[in-house]
């Protein structure tokens, strides 16, 4: 009989130098494909901020539709005093029920008189997620508890007096930033509490080619239920009240030219801006398209697209 004799094996583990590089191949891995990780997070975001901004656009235009294309006014609240203007809802508020928000929208008719009561008491700390860019670093309920928005209406352009080859129609209020879509204030009787809407939709300078909505990074003065906050205009500068706002850049020089945005003189700090890498901002077009911006566009041409009929020489390469 054989008798089978089994050796010992000895195991050999890890040496230090093999588990550093194996330490570095992995690192370098994470290194590689962190960027990559990023980017298409944030193409994701981009995609996504986009597409709330059409929805967004395509609710204006179905409210026009619904009330004789007629665009919704930034503030539904007149007044004689552009320093000071009455405290109203949004155009946000008033385009609820055409973007899915039919359930909001009754209860603040309701509590509010038909609206011709203005109150946050019910329904201005709610939080919208319609309303808020994936990408954006703010609180979606502001500093005052109010529910915030990353969208806001450009009104036109805010100049001293106003753009030259532009006459913002009698028939609405005197403010230069009635040359927008969507005006600033709508005209209404005086002493009236019952809110009005703003201009009948018109082809002016070009849908293509006039701003809708724009983004901004704002987190103070933000309530998307406030006629007050939900809104901003585009400047060349001269004339302004202070503080000036700053764009994209905080604390630099607006690329834009600078930008007013809110109420009166409110402390705001951002005009069309946002958190999305490469300093690209999302406008949504009056045609119901969304295009990006950045910073390279010239102050001029941002201007022309932010007023709906003053026959500024707009290229379409912008």
Known sequence: MSQCVFGTSKRRGFTLVELLVVIAIIATLIG???????????????????????????????????????????NDRGTPNPKAPLLGYSWIAHILPYAEEVNLYDRMKTVSNNFTVFTTATSGSVQLPALICPSWTGDAVNAIGLGATCYKAMTGAYLAPGPAACTVPTAFTPYSTDDGYV???????????????????????????????????????????????????????????????????????????????????????????????????????????????????SGSTYLGLSTFSCGENVPNDY
């Open 183 to 297: 005006p600033l204030i709508p005209p209404q009787v005086l002493g009236s509490s019952k809110p009005s809407f703003g201009r009948p939709f018109v082809g002016g300078d070009g849908t293509s080619k006039t701003i809708l909505i724009v983004e901004s990074k704002e987190k103070i003065v933000n309530a998307w239920i406030s006629g007050g906050q939900a809104w901003l205009a585009a400047s060349n500068g001269p004339g302004l009240p202070s503080p000036p706002t700053h764009s994209l850049n905080e604390g630099g020089t607006p690329p834009y030219g600078t930008m007013w945005t809110g109420t009166g003189n409110a402390a705001v700090l951002w005009g069309p801006s946002s958190d999305h890498a490469g300093n690209l901002v999302m406008h949504a077009m009056g045609d119901g398209s969304v295009r990006s911006m950045t910073v390279e566009i």
């Open 32 to 74: 590689l494909l962190l960027p990559a990780v990023q980017s298409a997070r944030e193409a994701a975001n981009r995609s996504s901020c986009s597409n709330k901004m059409r929805q967004l656009g395509l609710a204006v235009h179905n409210f026009a539709s619904a009330r004789r294309e007629t665009f919704p006014a930034a």
